[in-house]
C-alpha cells in the first residue's frame, strides 16, 4: 500500500492539476493500492513547517518507507515514478504525462 500525502497551497490551476496528475497517475499505475491525503499549507502551516515543505505542491511518499518527495504539478509520469520509486509493471508504463490523458 502507498500512502501519499501531496502539500498544495489553496485551490490555484498549479495545485489542482498536482492533485489531478496525481490521482489519475495511481489510478493508472497503483489501482487500489494507494491513498492520497491533500493538505492545502495555506489553512495548516504547522503542518507544512513540521514537514519541512518549502514550495508546493510538493508529494511525500510516506509508505513504503524509506519517504521519498518530490516536488512540482507531477505531470511527468516517467519522473513522479522515479521520483517516489513507485513499482509499476514495465508494461503499465509507457505514457510520458498524465496530464490530458
Do not use: F, W
Request: hydrophobic fraction near 35%; include cysteine.
Amino acid at each position: 500500500m502507498y500512502i501519499l500525502k501531496l502539500y498544495v497551497t489553496g485551490h490555484t490551476p498549479r495545485s489542482e492539476r498536482a492533485i489531478y496528475n496525481l490521482y489519475q497517475l495511481c489510478d493508472k499505475y497503483l489501482t487500489g493500492n494507494y491513498q492520497i491525503t491533500v493538505i492545502d499549507v495555506a489553512e495548516y502551516p504547522e503542518i507544512a513547517e513540521r514537514e519541512k515543505i518549502l514550495a508546493t505542491p510538493t508529494v511525500i511518499r510516506e509508505l513504503p518507507l524509506p519517504r521519498r518527495r518530490l516536488v512540482g504539478d507531477l505531470s511527468d509520469a516517467e519522473r513522479v515514478i522515479s521520483a517516489l520509486d513507485l513499482k509499476v509493471s514495465p508494461v503499465s508504463r509507457g505514457a510520458e504525462s498524465v496530464e490530458g490523458d
